[in-house]
């Protein structure tokens, strides 16, 4: 039971270490967390390859203001694959508009992650949303 618990707070950590790269938009440190054949689907139902959703990242264009969970994280393990769920409130906008009046979103988010060479990356990640401050 032990080896079960470590390895789900190593999915947790790494899952917060991923969040907290996204919002610095710390792509260096975000790449090696998304496998190279990572996709996200969107709350708008837009799917993203991992190039496509780090270069929006990495230049600004989606500027996440927050991204971070309001939920525990729930964690189901096996092996080299595991599943997280929990709900995020995330807050977006353009870099450009620092100062923009942005609505937050509750999301729930499912992560999907695989042990490769050793480490833990995420391969595919969905967040629907489930409520609007506007």
């Known amino acids: 039971m032990a080896a079960a618990w470590s390895a789900a707070e ?3 950590e790494t899952e917060q270490a ?4 996204l919002v610095d938009a710390d792509i260096d440190a ?6 190279d054949d990572y996709q996200l689907l969107t709350p708008r139902g837009v799917a993203l390859s ?11 264009e989606l500027r996440y ?3 971070e969970p309001a939920t525990p994280i729930a964690v ?11 709900q995020a409130r995330i807050m977006v906008g353009p870099a450009a508009e620092p100062d923009a009046a942005l609505a937050t979103v509750t999301c729930w988010h499912t992560d999907s ?19 609007s401050d506007r």
């Open 10 to 12: 190593l999915l947790r």
């Open 18 to 21: 991923r969040l907290r790269a």
């Open 30 to 35: 975000a790449g090696p967390l998304h496998a």
């Open 50 to 60: 991992r190039d496509e959703y780090l270069g929006l990242v990495g230049s600004g």
């Open 65 to 67: 203001r927050i991204l």
């Open 76 to 86: 189901r393990h096996h092996g080299d694959t595991a599943l997280l769920r929990y």
């Open 113 to 131: 992650y695989e042990r490769r060479d050793g480490r833990w990356q995420a391969v595919w990640s969905q967040a629907i949303a489930i409520s």
